[in-house]
């Protein structure tokens, strides 16, 4: 039989999303949504995973020409090795394709998940139509992915086109990854929480709105409070997502003397602010960039595919082993 659908999973710390597609198709016929119970251990995750794709698979699994999965942290896509799963205790080292491909009988492809999302916003979202694109995730981290010459760019290990991690103050805060001042860890949602709540407990943003939103409770201050509050004009606010956006714009100059694509797409909560965010990203890739000749036929935009981009860049990864 041939094969005639394929099936993307987008594996979190939370849950485990899986939908089913046409071979010629980014629309999902079926999809469904686990909880991962990640405390349980590998060996339970990996039952559940199962359980996810068994749902919205057909009967008969001869009809699925194969399985991506987006993977949230680093990994070795050719091997097919999880070698780190933030937010999944015990994921070290894992060989998940050589384990799933037995329990399901099919090709099974790995990826990092900001890379697959850049995957699906070039084939399916906003960079369609385009050869070189840099995609960037502002949520609780800061990731990306590298199309080059319309192809993924993945590195010697697949650990390329960690944009997230640029290198912007040794001597700034310590990022998640271990490390100092690296992109995520000064402009991130993480990083936009922190900086606020710092500053109002050290007296700064009275009469912020930020401060009403949590009747004064500085602890329950998030970057999506942050933002709400931006949105609804407040200085103090809109001051914090301008720094970010700028320390943004910063890091861009270098990522677009680096890679020279012809869009930037901007996915994830922190970037659906716009030009809250954008603007003053903007101005300093101008201000930065060595020329205007990487910047002047660039845009910079928000993601087409939203919260389903990882999810359609994982099935879009087995259209691309797979030739479909």
Not at 21 to 50: D, L, Q, W
Not at 130 to 144: A, K, Q, R
Not at 194 to 212: C, I, N
Request: net charge negative.
């Amino acid at each position: 039989m041939t094969p005639s659908c394929f099936i993307g999973v987008d594996l979190g710390g939370t849950n485990i999303r899986t939908a089913r597609f046409a071979s010629n198709s980014h629309i999902p016929e079926a999809k469904a949504k686990h909880p991962t119970h990640a405390a349980e251990g590998p060996e339970a995750v990996y039952r559940r995973i199962e359980e996810a794709i068994r749902e919205v698979a057909p009967a008969d699994l001869s009809e699925v020409a194969g399985v991506g999965i987006a993977i949230p942290g680093p990994t070795d896509p050719f091997q097919g090795i999880v070698l780190k799963g933030p937010n999944l205790p015990g994921w070290i080292n894992i060989p998940l394709k050589e384990i799933m491909e037995p329990r399901l009988g099919r090709p099974v492809f790995l990826g990092n998940d900001a890379n697959l999302a850049a995957l699906g916003e070039w084939k399916f979202g906003a960079g369609r139509g385009h050869d070189d694109v840099l995609y960037l995730t502002i949520s609780t981290g800061i990731g990306g992915g590298v199309i080059t010459g319309g192809r993924l760019l993945l590195g010697a290990r697949g650990l390329g086109a960690e944009v997230g991690h640029t290198l912007l103050d040794p001597k700034g805060p310590q990022c998640g990854c271990g490390q100092y001042g690296h992109l995520e860890a000064l402009a991130s949602g993480t990083a936009i929480t922190r900086t606020a709540q710092m500053r109002l407990k050290a007296g700064q943003g009275a009469g912020s709105k930020v401060r009403d939103l949590v009747a004064g409770d500085l602890g329950q201050v998030t970057s999506a409070v942050v933002g709400q509050a931006a949105q609804a004009g407040d200085e103090f606010a809109r001051g914090l997502i301008t720094e970010a956006g700028e320390l943004i714009g910063l890091a861009l100059a270098s990522l677009l003397h680096a890679y020279n694509p012809s869009i930037v797409i901007f996915g994830g909560g922190v970037s659906m602010l716009g030009d809250l965010l954008l603007e003053p990203a903007r101005t300093k890739l101008r201000q930065y960039a060595m020329s205007d000749a990487y910047w002047v036929d660039c845009p910079l935009v928000l993601a087409a595919l939203g919260d389903d981009a990882g999810l359609v860049g994982a099935g879009a990864l087995v259209m691309e082993e797979a030739e479909l």
